[in-house]
Protein backbone atom coordinates (compact mmCIF):
# COMPACT_ATOMS: atom_id res chain seq x y z
CA UNK A 1 0.00 0.00 0.00
CA UNK A 2 2.69 2.64 0.84
CA UNK A 3 4.30 1.87 -2.42
CA UNK A 4 0.92 2.52 -4.29
CA UNK A 5 1.02 6.00 -2.80
CA UNK A 6 4.75 6.49 -3.33
CA UNK A 7 4.53 5.75 -6.84
CA UNK A 8 0.57 7.98 -6.98
CA UNK A 9 2.20 10.71 -5.39
CA UNK A 10 5.56 11.07 -7.71
CA UNK A 11 3.30 10.66 -10.93
CA UNK A 12 1.49 13.73 -9.72
CA UNK A 13 4.75 15.56 -9.08
CA UNK A 14 5.77 14.27 -12.63
CA UNK A 15 2.72 15.70 -13.99
CA UNK A 16 3.70 19.41 -13.21
CA UNK A 17 6.82 18.97 -15.70
CA UNK A 18 4.83 18.63 -18.27
CA UNK A 19 4.31 20.94 -20.76
CA UNK A 20 0.50 21.54 -20.74
CA UNK A 21 -1.30 21.87 -24.53
CA UNK A 22 -1.33 25.64 -24.31
CA UNK A 23 1.89 26.31 -23.73
CA UNK A 24 4.75 26.43 -26.43
CA UNK A 25 8.07 26.41 -26.26
CA UNK A 26 10.00 28.89 -29.37
CA UNK A 27 13.39 27.29 -31.21
CA UNK A 28 15.22 29.21 -33.49
CA UNK A 29 14.83 27.76 -37.15
CA UNK A 30 17.78 29.20 -37.68
CA UNK A 31 20.66 30.12 -35.62
CA UNK A 32 22.59 33.38 -36.46
CA UNK A 33 26.30 33.32 -38.45
CA UNK A 34 28.83 35.72 -38.76
CA UNK A 35 31.13 35.29 -41.10
CA UNK A 36 33.70 37.48 -42.44
CA UNK A 37 34.85 37.62 -45.79
CA UNK A 38 38.51 37.09 -46.37
CA UNK A 39 39.48 40.15 -48.48
CA UNK A 40 41.16 38.63 -51.27
CA UNK A 41 40.94 34.46 -52.67
CA UNK A 42 43.97 32.85 -50.38
CA UNK A 43 44.78 29.96 -52.70
CA UNK A 44 44.25 32.03 -56.16
CA UNK A 45 46.52 34.41 -54.26
CA UNK A 46 49.06 31.93 -54.28
CA UNK A 47 48.63 29.98 -57.95
CA UNK A 48 49.17 33.86 -58.84
CA UNK A 49 52.52 34.05 -57.66
CA UNK A 50 53.78 30.65 -59.22
CA UNK A 51 55.59 31.89 -62.72
CA UNK A 52 58.18 29.77 -62.84
CA UNK A 53 57.57 26.74 -64.80
CA UNK A 54 59.12 23.27 -63.67
CA UNK A 55 59.90 24.69 -60.60
CA UNK A 56 59.75 23.37 -56.94
CA UNK A 57 56.46 24.55 -56.41
CA UNK A 58 54.75 24.02 -60.11
CA UNK A 59 53.22 20.48 -58.78
CA UNK A 60 51.13 23.18 -57.03
CA UNK A 61 48.74 24.63 -60.44
CA UNK A 62 47.30 21.01 -60.53
CA UNK A 63 45.47 20.92 -57.23
CA UNK A 64 41.51 22.05 -56.52
CA UNK A 65 41.23 26.12 -56.77
CA UNK A 66 39.19 26.05 -53.56
CA UNK A 67 39.56 23.90 -50.20
CA UNK A 68 38.12 20.32 -51.05
CA UNK A 69 39.48 17.21 -51.52
CA UNK A 70 39.49 14.55 -54.87
CA UNK A 71 41.44 12.00 -56.26
CA UNK A 72 44.02 13.17 -58.68
CA UNK A 73 46.97 11.41 -60.73
CA UNK A 74 50.23 12.33 -60.13
CA UNK A 75 52.04 12.94 -63.25
CA UNK A 76 56.20 10.92 -63.10
CA UNK A 77 58.44 10.91 -66.30
CA UNK A 78 59.55 7.39 -67.28
CA UNK A 79 61.76 6.52 -70.26
CA UNK A 80 60.03 7.03 -73.67
CA UNK A 81 57.99 3.58 -74.46
CA UNK A 82 58.22 1.75 -78.02
CA UNK A 83 55.26 3.70 -78.76
CA UNK A 84 56.69 6.69 -78.59
CA UNK A 85 55.06 8.02 -75.17
CA UNK A 86 56.30 8.71 -72.03
CA UNK A 87 54.98 9.04 -68.12
CA UNK A 88 53.13 7.63 -66.24
CA UNK A 89 50.49 8.61 -63.49
CA UNK A 90 50.30 8.06 -60.18
CA UNK A 91 46.53 7.18 -58.58
CA UNK A 92 46.51 9.70 -55.26
CA UNK A 93 44.62 12.48 -53.48
CA UNK A 94 45.11 15.92 -53.44
CA UNK A 95 43.76 18.22 -50.97
CA UNK A 96 43.87 22.29 -50.92
CA UNK A 97 43.73 23.50 -47.41
CA UNK A 98 43.39 26.63 -45.79
CA UNK A 99 44.14 27.74 -41.93
CA UNK A 100 43.21 31.17 -40.59
CA UNK A 101 44.98 32.86 -37.36
CA UNK A 102 44.48 36.47 -36.53
CA UNK A 103 46.79 37.53 -38.94
CA UNK A 104 47.86 35.23 -41.75
CA UNK A 105 46.64 32.28 -43.95
CA UNK A 106 48.61 29.26 -44.18
CA UNK A 107 47.58 27.70 -47.84
CA UNK A 108 48.20 24.05 -48.19
CA UNK A 109 48.25 21.66 -50.59
CA UNK A 110 49.09 18.03 -49.56
CA UNK A 111 49.10 15.19 -52.17
CA UNK A 112 49.09 11.27 -50.85
CA UNK A 113 49.95 8.47 -52.39
CA UNK A 114 50.20 4.59 -52.20
CA UNK A 115 54.39 3.77 -51.37
CA UNK A 116 54.17 0.87 -53.74
CA UNK A 117 53.06 2.88 -56.95
CA UNK A 118 56.33 5.27 -55.81
CA UNK A 119 58.90 5.91 -53.63
CA UNK A 120 62.33 7.51 -54.09
CA UNK A 121 65.32 5.93 -52.99
CA UNK A 122 65.69 6.81 -49.02
CA UNK A 123 62.02 7.41 -48.52
CA UNK A 124 60.95 4.80 -45.95
CA UNK A 125 57.65 4.37 -44.22
CA UNK A 126 54.82 2.75 -43.64
CA UNK A 127 51.09 3.69 -44.61
CA UNK A 128 50.49 6.22 -47.51
CA UNK A 129 53.24 8.59 -48.33
CA UNK A 130 52.40 12.62 -48.51
CA UNK A 131 54.42 15.57 -49.94
CA UNK A 132 52.91 19.26 -48.78
CA UNK A 133 53.61 22.33 -50.58
CA UNK A 134 52.49 25.37 -47.71
CA UNK A 135 52.21 28.78 -48.39
CA UNK A 136 51.96 31.58 -45.72
CA UNK A 137 49.97 34.88 -46.82
CA UNK A 138 49.64 38.09 -45.02
CA UNK A 139 47.02 40.37 -44.38
CA UNK A 140 47.80 42.40 -47.27
CA UNK A 141 47.56 39.08 -49.25
CA UNK A 142 51.35 38.90 -49.57
CA UNK A 143 53.23 35.40 -49.99
CA UNK A 144 55.56 35.86 -47.24
CA UNK A 145 57.01 32.67 -46.93
CA UNK A 146 56.62 29.03 -48.54
CA UNK A 147 58.41 25.53 -47.70
CA UNK A 148 57.54 22.49 -48.72
CA UNK A 149 57.87 18.51 -46.97
CA UNK A 150 57.53 15.39 -46.90
CA UNK A 151 58.31 11.95 -48.98
CA UNK A 152 59.85 12.96 -52.28
CA UNK A 153 56.83 13.85 -54.88
CA UNK A 154 56.96 11.71 -58.24
CA UNK A 155 56.93 15.30 -60.14
CA UNK A 156 60.25 16.22 -58.76
CA UNK A 157 61.70 12.99 -61.19
CA UNK A 158 62.71 14.50 -64.13
CA UNK A 159 64.03 13.86 -67.39
CA UNK A 160 67.66 12.33 -67.51
CA UNK A 161 70.34 13.98 -68.48
CA UNK A 162 71.71 14.07 -72.14
Same mark, same amino acid.
Given at each position: MRLLIG?? /????? &?????? %?????VRVPS??? /????? &?????? %???VATLTDTGGEYDPV???PAQPSTVPCKLPMYTPPHSDGTSG?????TCVT???IDATTWIVRFTQTWNPSDF??????????FQHTWEFTIDREGQVRARRHF?????????TPFS
Amino acid at each position: MRLLIGVL /VGLIS &LSGCII %APSQTVRVPSTLP /VSITP &LPFDPV %ARVVATLTDTGGEYDPVKGFPAQPSTVPCKLPMYTPPHSDGTSGSDIPATCVTSVLIDATTWIVRFTQTWNPSDFSYVGDSGHGPFQHTWEFTIDREGQVRARRHFGQFPPQYVHTPFS
